[in-house]
């Protein structure tokens, strides 16, 4: 075992530099191979056997450029049924390689193979990939990385070097155990034991000096770093000491640029930041912490890693940053509010103006009656007061083959009774209705969304991730949404475009996006716990009438049911 003694780390440095490699003329193709399997993994004092892709944890990074197409052989060696989502890729006709299972596809079933083929069209920045079935992204994850085209600067100052900084948990026991008895109890699985920087807890956890990622910095340069959420269950805050950061580009979307000492990162996210390494050359912790709104429970721990200036011994003692207290609604509130679409002639912002479908979702947690669970209650969620049933075949080839009874196209505009939704605590007990139920949605038509939080059991902020889109975050409020007043004060110009929203606690975020997609996508709160509850839901966008408007046939290995 590693002695506990956070002053003499040795062996720390694990640098994550990605040079600008060198550019191809032409799209190119890039193959994967993804090898699912377990390997044993050591972190707080604990081994234990993990999922992992090729071994590696967090897995390998996916580098391409924008226009290229990547091919990626997953084939699974683990004892779990997989599938893998690329997430925030839109999977243009193409749900196929999308990922979720039971939604685009059947899982890849132990010692089989699949291979997800895809091109990533007019996308560039930072995305990532993850298990999409059961909690197995709990190990499962990595970093996508697109560069602009060849020979098309970033909309902001080149970088020197830049790094990924991959943000997880971490659970002493094996997650899918812990699910399966949480399940059988009815109640909230256990917290996880650590957060982690790049798969690493740092030194603030017992036997963590030698796992701490360390990224070391000459100074005067500036850095990249390509922050993502990889956490299953918790929005966190991240800084780092003495240095702020500059913001420039979220879910892979350009932003307007602006600095800030913290950021809040919800699960499903992505932020690229700028650093400049201009402080006194010294040990710098980077820090993440969760932001807890709900009053449900406490989790505190916080990750760091180092931000190390050349020729700086070990021996120096990192400083911590200040981050916001873990309720502080009101910086969460404040740093959406300064999120901004670029929006310059290159990279506009195509917001739809005019709206064909106006959809209004409540968000709804509660404690149901469970007569078959051991504490004879159970957690249960909703949007519009359904909980959603996943279905034991892919619901894309149900929409493509057209085979019936596997979900209804029901999936209510807005919730069966209007109530204060904000308001004081009703009664946590749901009563919801179950169902695979869609809501279908033609071809080009613009939608509007708005996700109204409720108080069922505790208000509590909710990353809402779309998959097959991005879209545009038109306004953002407090309380119950106003359907005469508040669209007056909708962005419309440059609002923030991305693939995953947290929308505030107590609160609700209005989003727009044109359906030029057609196929099924899963829309769902990325926070594990509530997902695996049933808050959920699935769009079918029919195909249009145009030649390239339908969804493609599917490929040959698509894993059979
Ligand atoms: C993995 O670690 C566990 C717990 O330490 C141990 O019992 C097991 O033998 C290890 N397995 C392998 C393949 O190393
Ligand atoms: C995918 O990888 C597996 C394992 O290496 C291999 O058997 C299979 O042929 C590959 N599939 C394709 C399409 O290359
Ligand atoms: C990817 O692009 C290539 C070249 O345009 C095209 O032939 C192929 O069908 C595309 N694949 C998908 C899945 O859209
Ligand atoms: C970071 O930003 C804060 C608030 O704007 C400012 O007070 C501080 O001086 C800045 N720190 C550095 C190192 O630039
Ligand atoms: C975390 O919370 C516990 C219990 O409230 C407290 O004792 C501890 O000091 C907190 N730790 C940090 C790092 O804030
Ligand atoms: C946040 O927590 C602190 C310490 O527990 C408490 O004093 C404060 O009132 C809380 N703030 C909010 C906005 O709930
Ligand atoms: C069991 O359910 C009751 C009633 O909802 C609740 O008050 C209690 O806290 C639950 N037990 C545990 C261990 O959570
Ligand atoms: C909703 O509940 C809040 C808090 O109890 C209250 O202040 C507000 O007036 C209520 N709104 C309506 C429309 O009843
Ligand atoms: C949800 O549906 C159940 C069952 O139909 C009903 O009893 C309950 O009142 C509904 N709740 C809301 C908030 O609409
Ligand atoms: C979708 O509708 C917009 C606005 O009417 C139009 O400009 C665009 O060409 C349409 N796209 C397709 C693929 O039909
Ligand atoms: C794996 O997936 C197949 C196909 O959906 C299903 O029949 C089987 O029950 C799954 N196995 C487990 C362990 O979930």
Sequence with gaps: MAKCNIFSWRSLFLFCFVGFVSRPAEAAVKKYQFDVQVKNVSRLCHAKPIVTVNGMFPGPTIYAREGDRVVVNVTNFAQYNMSIHWHGIKQFRNGWADGPAYITQCPIKTG?????????????????????????????????????????????????????????????????????????????????????????????????????????????????????????????????????????????????????????????????????????????????RPFMDAPLSIDNKTATAILQYKNIPNTVLPILPQLPAPNDTAFALGYGAKLRSLNSPQFPANVPINVDHHLFYTIGLGINPCPTCQNGTQFAASLNNITFVMPQVGLLQAHYFNLKGVFTTDFPDRPPMPFNYTGAPLTANLGTTLGTRLSKIAFNSTVELVLQDTNLLTVESHPFHLHGFNFFV???????????????????????????????????????????????????????????????????????????QSVLPPPKDLPPC
Aim: charged share 15%; net charge negative; with cysteine.
């Design 474 to 548: 038109v306004g953002t409020g407090v309380g119950n949404f106003d359907p005469t007043k508040d669209p007056a004060k909708f962005n419309l110009v440059d609002p923030p475009e991305r693939n995953t929203i947290g929308v505030p606690t107590g609160g609700w975020s209005a989003i727009r996006f044109r359906a030029d997609n057609p196929g099924v996508w899963f829309m769902h709160c990325h926070l594990e716990f509530h997902t695996s509850l049933g808050l959920k839901m699935a769009f079918v966008v029919e195909n249009g009438k145009g030649p390239d």
């Design 112 to 288: 089989h193979s699949y291979t997800y083929d895809f091109n990533i069209t007019g996308q560039r920045g930072t995305l990532w990939w993850h298990a999409h079935i059961s909690w197995l992204r709990a190990t499962v994850y990595g970093a996508i990385v697109i560069m602009p085209k060849e020979g098309t600067p970033f909309p902001f100052p080149q970088p020197y070097r830049e790094a990924n900084i991959i943000l997880g948990e971490w659970w002493n026991n094996d997650v899918e155990e812990i699910v399966k008895q949480a399940n059988k109890l009815g109640l909230p699985p256990t917290m996880s034991d650590a957060h982690t920087i790049n798969g690493k807890p740092g030194p603030l956890f017992p036997c963590s000096e030698k796992y701490t990622f360390a990224m070391e910095v000459e100074q005067g340069k500036t850095y990249l770093l390509r922050i993502i959420n990889a956490a299953l269950n918790d929005e966190l805050f991240f800084a780092i000491a003495g240095h702020n950061m500059t913001v420039v580009e979220i879910d892979a979307l350009y932003t307007k640029p602006f600095t800030t000492t913290a950021l809040l990162i919800a699960p499903g996210q992505t932020t690229n930041v700028l650093i400049q390494a201009t402080q006194v050359p010294g040990r710098y912790f980077m820090a993440a």
